[in-house]
């Protein structure tokens, strides 16, 4: 059973950068896609970004290209969401998640960490 830790969530500008980390153990994580995911409430969650454990394949969202970066450190077993030139329209709860099998759909992912908190005021 793979389990997942964000932190690094919190109260930035507009236009600040933030740094999210997801530390991943258990489980044959390294064969994973390790994706981030955020909700506003009474929204759907909405994929944000995902990596590719073991090859440096990546996918983003359109509306956070160019702005957000996903990293991986396998020596700390920790991916990173980079999020630079922050909106106030990025302010949501961000999970980390894992999935066995490439994709961007919450569905496909079967662990979840508890979500951190990212904050953007205007």
């Known amino acids: 059973q793979v389990q997942l830790v964000e932190s690094g969530g919190g109260l930035v500008q507009t236009g600040g950068s933030l740094r999210l980390s997801c530390v991943a153990s258990?489980?044959?994580?390294?064969?994973?896609?390790i994706g981030w995911f955020r909700q506003v409430p009474g929204k759907e969650r909405e994929f944000v970004a995902v990596i590719r454990w073991r090859f440096w394949l990546t996918d983003y969202a359109d509306s956070v290209k160019d702005r957000f970066t996903i990293l991986r450190d396998n020596a700390k077993n920790t991916v990173y969401l980079h999020m630079n030139s922050l909106k106030p329209e990025d302010t949501a709860v961000y999970y980390c998640a894992a999935s066995p099998q490439a994709g961007t759909k919450e569905s496909q992912f079967s662990y979840w960490g508890q979500g951190t908190q990212v904050t953007v005021s205007s």
């Open positions: 258990g489980g044959a994580f390294s064969s994973y896609f």
